[in-house]
């Protein structure tokens, strides 16, 4: 029975607009993870539109954000958006939907990494990282607390233990610190002249699609290594005639970086072929504009 109610819910939702988050830990409070997708907001009426929306969690807590506008897409306002991720914990690999129920009221699903659904408020054993960081600061000063009333011998024993720590850190640093001194460094003069070559300015690469190219995107070695960061990020990519946007998770490995989560959608949406002749223009540190050229059909002229 509990199947069966679970079903009937997801079949009724379907039938209204939602969108969908999936938390990274270096984005959560990021412009592009607080973005509003440009289809969902397409399809909103003006009579359902409002600058505030509300968020409501299956257990019946609330969250006013407030919604701005910049030339490109709706986001929401941080001190909604940040209450929200903190009063539930949220962290790396967890995933949100927003069902909106009209008059910008949204119904939120959430996920553990697990891909269980969270369906009561969280409690300290299920805390996710971020939040186990604020309890574990709280505990460090009720600790403090309890060891200036229980006497000399306790602060004694604290004190080695902070010592430890930091004598543990310490060499953990210094060990860092050689195994980079041993690494080899690339270039910065390499790099720089690779910068000079972006046309007009703005860097870019160019890709021919192949049909594994459609579910994911190697991004070619010379271009990461002149352009994208060491770590994962969200980066947003925009159609070149404006018929959308897109955020794809560019995801950084040791053999390769290549576009992963969200890439599918937007081949399926822009949509991109085998044989379609791709350019990414890097026009902002987090941001790609998608141009292409169509691959040329072979007509058949029957007599």
């Known amino acids: 029975m509990g199947w069966n109610r679970g ?17 990274q830990s270096a984005d959560l409070f990021s412009e592009s993870m607080r973005a509003m997708p440009y289809n969902f907001m397409k399809n909103i009426s003006k009579e359902d539109f409002s600058y505030k929306m509300v968020i409501r969690a299956q257990w019946g ?12 897409f709706y986001y929401m306002e941080k001190s909604g958006w940040n209450q929200f991720v903190t009063d539930n914990a949220l962290g790396e690999n967890e995933f949100v939907t927003f069902t909106h129920k009209g008059l910008m009221r949204f119904n939120v699903n959430i996920y553990g990494k697990n891909g269980k ?8 054993h299920t805390a996710t990282p971020f939040s186990k960081l604020l309890r574990g600061i709280k505990k460090e000063e009720d600790v403090k607390k309890e060891d200036e009333s229980m006497g000399v011998e306790v602060e004694i024993e604290v004190e080695k233990k902070k010592r430890a720590v930091e004598i543990g850190e310490s060499s953990r640093r210094a060990a860092l610190k050689k195994k980079k001194a041993e690494k080899p460094k690339p270039s910065k003069k390499k790099k720089k002249i690779k910068r000079k070559k ?74 991109l072929s085998v044989g379609d002749r791709c350019s990414f223009h890097l026009v902002k540190p987090d941001e790609f504009v998608l141009t292409t050229n169509k691959a040329r059909e072979e007509i058949t002229v029957i007599e």
């Open 7 to 23: 079903f009937g819910r997801v079949k009724d939702e379907r039938k209204n607009l939602s969108f969908f988050k999936i938390f």
């Open 61 to 72: 807590s609330s969250w006013e954000v407030d919604i701005s506008m910049n030339p490109r």
């Open 117 to 124: 659904e969270i369906v009561t408020p969280r409690k300290p």
């Open 198 to 271: 972006a046309k007009n300015g703005v860097p870019e690469f160019k890709i021919t699609i192949t049909n594994s190219y459609l579910k994911f995107l190697a991004i070619p070695k010379k271009f990461e290594e002149a352009y994208i960061p060491d770590e994962s990020k969200v980066y947003m990519i925009h159609h070149s005639e404006g018929k959308g946007s897109w955020e794809v998770l560019c995801l950084v490995r040791q053999t390769r970086t290549i576009f992963s989560s969200g890439w599918c959608r937007l081949a399926r949406e822009y949509p």
